[in-house]
């Protein structure tokens, strides 16, 4: 088969819209639909600063990728979990991956920071859950006390398609009345705005984007997310698609037009400033400062004029 649009053999069948590309094509096809998920949704404007969490894998630095690529002023931030090996090569991966970009990256070191990884703290909350939580306060703070006006992560449409699935399937209304690409910044710019630039592009588009530009990145999978249930949901939204091509980006979309209807359900908690950090909480010490015990604020400010990493 032929791309349609040149001569060259076809890289990729794109099954919605149906049409086989070429890797330059396909690349193009790409870029410009993470350029149209920008716009439609307000993702940047012009002059921001982001910050790109890039974990190692495919996600986050195709993000890194494209963004650099059209223009925008971004800086990167590997969080290594210190789960074992796992964490060691993510953050080989991440330093390659901007080296190459030449995007200056910012590391922070779980294990260094509190004192155990992720997985070493003896407590009865699943490991994902306070994974989750410390990943979610050191992404925002680290924006927050470096003044950057977004934090961009890897989310794609199968993440996003499988996130609203399992919710529903759940009954989460609590979670989907705030699920969306843009998350704006809230309580004074202390919670920094959180986009997600892939929104719109397939986990397989993701994949094929990283091939056809040389990206390189860990593939395989944490330890703890074995036996996620994400991951069946995730296969049943492909059998769909597979069936009934543009499923997820319909199922999405539509979800987007009716969030309203979940809005209703939820039930907002007053902020405060934590005691500990100052950051917005919900008690009187938020639950990073609970969870990990703290006494004195973590702080992320970076030291020095051009620095390109922090280790
Ligand atoms: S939450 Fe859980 Fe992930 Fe953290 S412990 Fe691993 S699987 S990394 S996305
Ligand atoms: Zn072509
Ligand atoms: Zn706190």
């Known amino acids: 088969m032929r791309c349609k649009f040149c001569e060259r053999p ?33 993702l940047i404007k012009p002059g921001e600063r982001i910050l790109v969490v890039v974990s190692g894998g495919k996600d986050s630095a195709v993000t890194a990728h494209v963004l650099k690529k059209l223009g925008y002023d971004i800086e990167c931030l590997h969080i290594n979990l210190g789960i074992g090996e796992y964490s060691e090569k993510s953050e080989e991966y991440a330093k390659r991956q901007c080296e ?58 199968d993440d996003e398609a499988s996130f609203i699935f399992a919710n529903l399937m759940n009954w989460n209304t609590q979670y989907l009345a705030k699920q969306g690409p843009i998350t704006p910044a809230q309580f004074n710019g202390k919670l920094v705005k959180k986009i ?37 949901y995730k296969g049943i939204l492909n059998e769909m698609e597979e069936k009934r091509p543009g499923t997820k980006i319909n199922f999405v979309k539509g979800y987007l037009r009716k969030k309203k209807l ?47 990493l922090q280790e």
């Open 262 to 308: 979940f809005e209703a359900e939820l039930q907002e908690t007053e902020l405060r400033e934590c005691r500990i950090c100052g950051m917005p909480s919900s008690g009187e010490v938020c639950s990073f400062c609970r969870f990990w015990g703290l006494e004195e604020p973590v702080e992320f400010k970076i030291s020095g004029e051009g620095q390109k």
């Open 100 to 157: 190459k970009l030449g995007v200056p990256l910012h590391i922070v070191r779980v294990r260094e920071l509190l004192g155990r990884g992720i997985g070493e703290v003896r407590t009865r909350r699943p490991t994902c859950s306070y994974c989750g939580l410390t990943k979610r306060y050191i992404f925002n703070k680290f924006a927050y006390d470096n003044g950057f006006d977004a934090v961009a992560t890897g989310h794609n449409l």
């Open 10 to 42: 076809a890289f990729i069948k794109l099954h919605y819209p149906r049409m086989y590309l070429c890797p330059e094509h396909f690349t193009e096809y790409f870029e410009r639909k993470v350029k149209r998920t920008i716009e439609r949704y307000k």
């Open 196 to 232: 997600k630039p892939l929104y719109e592009l397939t986990e397989r588009e993701v994949v094929a984007y990283a091939l056809a530009n040389d990206i390189e990145y860990h593939i395989e999978e944490c330890p703890h997310a074995v036996g996620a249930p994400t991951i069946e």
